[in-house]
């Protein structure tokens, strides 16, 4: 199972958007509304951030948001803060209880 | 609140053995779908296993099946990883994490523990 394919890295300045890709194929993203974006920051334990492709979990603001089209999902952060300087995981169900993730994506606040 | 806490990470020479627990706290856990997480230091997040909520279903990586085995205890509130076989590529931190009610998501996670398996 290949790694769902994410920019290394993107930035934007404080009150910006920015969007942040994640590819896959028909056998993982295309195939499931699975898909789930998760921040790391150092040293401290990662945090979903959206599941089920677009849906917000209880506390996250709705700065955050995503979607999908075909084999590519997409986070957006809207309304950038300096908090939100991470690393970002996509995560997608690929079948046959197994999990693929994305390579991860820096997010720097510049 | 829920917690989650690994613990059992080592230096180990490869071909060498290691058992991870995770304690779990702030819900039901013998209610859920409970998962191990890996990331070696310096690239990506890989999933690595699953175990069900009564723990008689188990699904495993590609890169770990045959020399690791989940399991757990649902009277402790633990969650275990057995590792054998091990290779110098699973150099990694472990999370556990608790799948998400509904979704095919993880919604809480541990901190992690290192493994590093280096001669």
């Known amino acids: 199972q290949s790694a769902l394919t994410q920019p290394r890295s993107v930035s934007g300045s404080p009150g910006q958007s920015v969007t942040i890709s994640c590819t896959g194929t028909s056998s993982d993203v295309g195939g499931y509304n699975y898909v789930s974006w998760y921040q790391l920051h150092p040293g401290k334990a990662p945090k979903l951030m959206i599941y089920d492709v677009s849906k917000r979990p209880s506390g996250v603001p709705d700065r955050f948001s995503g979607s999908k089209s075909g084999n590519t999902a997409s986070l957006t952060i809207s309304g950038l803060q300096a908090e939100d300087e991470a690393d970002y995981y996509c995560c997608s169900y690929a079948g046959s209880y197994t999990w693929v993730f994305g390579g991860g994506t820096k997010l720097t606040v510049l | 609140e829920v917690q989650l806490v690994e613990s059992g990470g080592v230096v180990v020479q490869p071909g060498g053995s290691l058992r991870l627990s995770c304690a779990a706290s702030?819900?039901?856990?013998?209610?859920?779908?409970m998962h191990w997480v890996r990331q070696p230091p310096g690239k990506g997040l890989e999933w690595v296993s699953l175990?069900?909520?009564?723990?008689?279903?188990?699904y495993y990586a590609d890169s770990v099946k045959g020399r690791f085995t989940i399991s757990r205890d649902n009277s402790r509130n633990s969650l275990y990883l057995q590792m054998n076989s091990l290779r110098t590529e699973d150099t990694a931190f472990y999370y556990c994490?608790?799948?998400?009610?509904?979704?095919?998501?993880?919604?809480?996670w541990g901190q992690g523990t290192l493994v590093t398996v280096s001669s």
């Open positions: 994490a608790k799948e998400s009610s509904g979704s095919s998501s993880f919604q809480h």
């Open positions: 702030g819900f039901t856990f013998d209610d859920y779908t």
């Open positions: 175990i069900s909520w009564h723990g008689d279903s188990t």
